[in-house]
Each structure stands twice: as C-alpha cells, then as structure tokens.
C-alpha cells in the first residue's frame, strides 16, 4: 500500500517537473500570443519604445507590466490590452483618449501615436506571418460589437451625458449635517433623517432646535430648477421638509426663500416633487438645504433639475446615462451611433431602457443585441437578444421595454459592451409595423409547422424574421383582400406535403384568421 503511494508521488512530481521545465516557462507554457509570427520582435520594434519611454514609473512592477524591463513579461502585458481587429478600441488607446490616463503631452496626440505603434506592431506580424511556412496569425475577429465602456460609476459622472445636462443627482451620503438631523443606512439605501422623538411636532423654517442637512452641487446652467426625492414619510406626522437653495458660501441666502415641502404618507418609499421653481440666475456652485419641520421622515435620493419632462417615477429617467457607441464602421456607413440609457437602479441591480440607433440617411438591419458585462455575457439579461427590426432616420427605437440587470461587481468595476447578431445597411423595403404584426400572426405558425423544409428553401419559416417576412410578401404567399384565397392557406387546406385533410383545414384555419390579425395590425392591405 505504501510503495503505490510512494509511486504515484513520484509520478506526480515526475510530471510536474517535465510540464514546468524545473520551474521555468517554457514555450509551450506562454500563451498562445506569444508563439505568433514575430509579435515579440514586432511589439519590441513598435509599442515598447513607447511604454518604456512613458510608462516605466508605474507598469515595470504595476500590472499590466508593459514597460518592464523584460521585453518578453512586457509584450505579454501589452498583448492583453490590443484589439487587432479594432485597434482604436485597444485599452492602451482609450486609456489615453478617454481617461486621459498619465499622458506626457497632449492626450489625444498620445493616442495616436499609441494606435499608429500598435498598427504597426499589426502590420509586422501580419508580414512575418505571411512569410512562415507555419502560419499562427488568428482569424480575425468579426463579431458585431461596440467598444468597452468605461466604469459604469464613471459613466454617470460624465457631465456631457444628455440625460444630465440640466440634472444633478446629489449625494445624500456626502451632506453636511446638524443634530438631530443624522445620515443613516437600511435596506433602501443611505438616508438623512431626523429620528421620530415621539412629540409630533411641526418646526417653522427658523426653528433653532432644527435638524439641518446642507449639500454642495454645481448647476449647469441657469434656469427654473425643481427638486424631486426619493423619501419615506410614514404618517402625516412624519412627512415634511423646509427646502432651499443658495449660492454656496453664503448657504442661507436662499433663492426665492425657504420652501415647504410636505410629502404623502406612504408605507415604502416613493418619489415625490416639491413642485416650485428655484430662479437659478446662473452656472455655478449652490448649497442645498433641507432643515427638519416634522421629525421621522426619510429621504434617500435627491435630484436637482432643469428638465419639465424629468420624472422620478419613471425608472428610467433618474440617474441615468445614455452610453453612445459609434457604429460607423461596423454599419458600413458614416454617422451612424448605438444608443442606450443606464440607471443605477439600486444596489443590487442595474436598469436598461431605450436602446435605439441614430443613422441620418440609411436604414440600418439590427438583429440579436446581447449586453456583456465585464466581458462575460449576462445570460439573464435578454429582453433584447430578440430584437430584430430595420430602424431608419425617423424610427430609430430597438425596443420599448426596460431591462433589469444584475450588478457584477458593482458600478464602480462593471463596463460593459454590446454585440449583435446583425447590424448592416439594410437595401429592402421596410414595413416595421409590418414586421411587427407578421410576428405576432403569421410567423409563428409557420415556425410550429413549416421548419423542417421551409427554414432554408421557400423560407417564410426562416429562423430569421425579416427574411421570412419579406419571402411572404414577396411571392406573395398572402392575399391580404381575400386572406381565404392566400397561396400559404390554399396549399395546406389542400393537403401540401403529406398533411392530413384534418391537419390541413385546421392549420389553414389557423393561416387565414393569422392573416386577417396581421392587416389589422399592420394597418393597410397594400403590399409591403
């Protein structure tokens, strides 16, 4: 018993040693990025010059070690951070362009030189690989996708967002308060509160004893501002504020003077307005105050804003960003941009509204649009991977349905990017509400019954909607004046392919109302 122990010890330190090469990586070893046609000589020729000339105070020993002193450890690093098939998207592109990270000069003209080193670095790979009688250049990726966002956190403090251009969301973690006003935490999130003491008093605006919270903000601009909360107020004897702004540094000049703002009772939290206009003469630094007038009531998210339409109730429209991804390339034409709005809905999750495509001449096919998060793909999240429309310059919506997704590792790490199934220039005739309706008729009874042969050849049952639609329109199999005499119905009712008389006649049945349904909701019997 012993000695077969000792044996296989023996084996597994046997095989250890032979794999690791006593410890040292042997090629086999590196991964496979390092076994390409020259990289290493062409990343030393190229890229290096640049990281060891820049970046050497912090990624010789830092992660990603692309300036170290080692050549090999360095081409290793910095091959993680290129996307050959995109190199502008290359994180050792963005890094400088869009977080203006540790640039040495002007951060713009940094990128580009980063992305003309690693263009290079490409091109002589592609030569050395070209020239080896064993080529190990990969196939060029060709998935359909948009760059990496920067962090989510990061994402939503960007400034220029649309959706924030004129609204301030207000950090009720960072107030400044007075006693018995005091900053706390539950299952909803953080809070100021004044805790209920029991006497059900109400507090003028002027009241010495009063809890005070006072929170810095920058306005964007001039203009009529409005306050709306996110509070808990439990009963009528817990349920309001006195509400000002001011110039930051001198915080008790408020604007329009301090104002009531009386919440309704409600067992759970809800957003409510404090529906005056604050007259915000210009850009620049102001103070919001909250002083207490009825002690118990919680408030846990605050925005300040400009926007009539801004409503905290809709789920969408409060701390939100609109991520913009330039798809020029990928659609084959210029101009043409991906949009989406991301709210940091709570603490667990995250909520997608919106998606839509920006193309200012062309009508462009979008099919399959699936969000990844920190590079996986979020399997829960696929309200959209159905997506399948042909949007144009005045229908440019995807979808009208929000999507909830579940935070990764918080908004302070996830990014996130998006690919899709198809996303081109699309030549056809389009008839969205056709589409639409064809979808919720006719499609799927084709796909229950017509697969087997009609999926590749006469294919209005193809896995592909679109093209199944305009197959149908096209023959035409349908006629939408006399939906009894459609080519699809009069083939089966006649027995097509072995069908039964039963079979048929209920499944045309079947075709002929689905037919009626789709020139109801399609709204005209003109084809397309």
Same mark, same amino acid.
């Given at each position: &018993? ?32 390092? &076994? ?15 990281? !060891? ?25 910095? %091959? ?5 098939? =995109? ?42 690989? *070209? ?44 107030? &400044? ?33 009063? /809890?005070?919270?006072?929170? #810095? ?6 203009? =009529?501002? !409005? ?26 000049? %408020?604007?329009?003077?301090? !104002? ?7 067992? #759970? ?7 005056? #206009? ?12 909250? !002083? ?36 020029? +390339? ?22 997608? *509204? ?48 929000? &999507? ?27 008839? +969205? ?89 399609? /709204? ?5």
């Amino acid at each position: &018993m012993y000695f077969y122990k000792f044996l296989c010890l023996f084996l597994l330190a046997a095989i250890t040693v032979i794999y690791t090469n006593c410890g040292k990586q042997t090629a086999l070893v590196w991964k496979s990025n390092q &076994m390409l046609t020259g990289s290493s000589e062409a990343f030393e020729a190229t890229v290096y010059p640049i990281t !060891r000339a820049n970046c050497v105070a912090c990624h010789t020993s830092q992660s990603p070690a692309h300036a170290s002193a080692n050549v090999d450890e360095a081409h290793e690093a910095a %091959y993680s951070k290129v996307n050959f098939s =995109n190199i502008p998207a290359s994180r050792l592109v963005r890094k400088l362009r869009d977080e203006s990270h540790n640039c040495w000069s002007d951060c713009n003209a940094n990128a580009d030189e980063m992305q003309a080193a690693i263009e290079a670095w490409f091109a002589a790979i592609e030569e050395a690989d *070209a020239a080896s009688p064993t080529p190990t250049l990969p196939p060029v990726d060709t998935t359909i996708r948009t760059v990496q966002t920067n962090t989510i956190e990061n994402e939503l403090a960007n400034m220029a967002n649309p959706l924030k251009s004129n609204t301030v969301a207000i950090n009720v973690g960072a107030a &400044m308060v007075t006693a018995p006003m005091v900053k706390g935490s539950d299952g909803f999130g953080d809070y100021l509160q004044v805790p209920d003491d029991g006497q059900n008093l109400t507090l003028a605006n002027n009241d010495a004893t009063a /809890g005070v919270a006072m929170m #810095n903000m920058r306005l964007p601009s001039a203009g =009529n501002y !409005r306050i709306w909360g996110y509070v808990l107020a439990p009963d009528n004897n817990s349920n309001a504020f006195h509400a000002g702004i001011a110039p930051t540094g001198t915080p008790t000049a %408020y604007i329009g003077g301090l !104002r009531n703002w009386t919440i309704t009772a409600n067992a #759970n939290p809800r957003w409510q307005l404090l529906n005056v #206009n604050y007259a915000i003469p210009a850009a620049g630094n102001y103070t919001l105050t909250l !002083r207490e007038q009825r002690d118990g009531t919680k408030i846990y998210r605050i925005f300040v804003t400009a926007d009539t339409t801004f409503n905290g109730e809709d789920v969408a429209s409060f701390l939100g960003v609109t991520l913009s991804f330039d798809m020029s +390339t990928q659609a084959g034409t210029p101009n043409v941009k991906f949009l989406i709005d991301v709210t940091d809905y709570d603490p667990y999750t995250y909520l997608l *509204a919106n998606p839509r495509v920006v193309t200012p001449t062309q009508n462009i096919r979008v099919k399959g649009l699936r969000l990844y998060v920190n590079n996986v793909l979020s399997i829960q999240s696929s309200t959209y991977s159905t997506v399948d429309k042909v949007v144009s310059p005045t229908d440019q919506r995807l979808s009208g349905f929000p &999507m909830i997704v579940l935070k990764e590792n918080g908004a302070n790490l996830d990014k996130f990017h998006f690919v899709f199934e198809d996303f081109a220039v699309y030549t056809g005739v389009i008839n +969205t509400a056709s589409l639409t309706a064809f979808q919720n008729s006719v499609y799927p009874i084709s796909r229950a019954n017509c697969t087997s042969c009609h999926s590749a050849s006469r294919v209005h049952a193809s896995p592909d909607a679109l093209t199944a639609h305009d197959y149908v329109l096209a023959t035409p199999l349908v006629n939408f004046t006399t939906p009894a005499n459609s080519l699809i119905v009069t083939k089966i009712r006649n027995g097509h392919q072995g069908i039964s008389a039963a079979s048929g006649a209920a499944i045309a049945a079947q075709y002929e109302a689905a037919i009626i349904e789709w020139r109801t909701q399609r /709204g005209s019997s003109t084809i397309p």
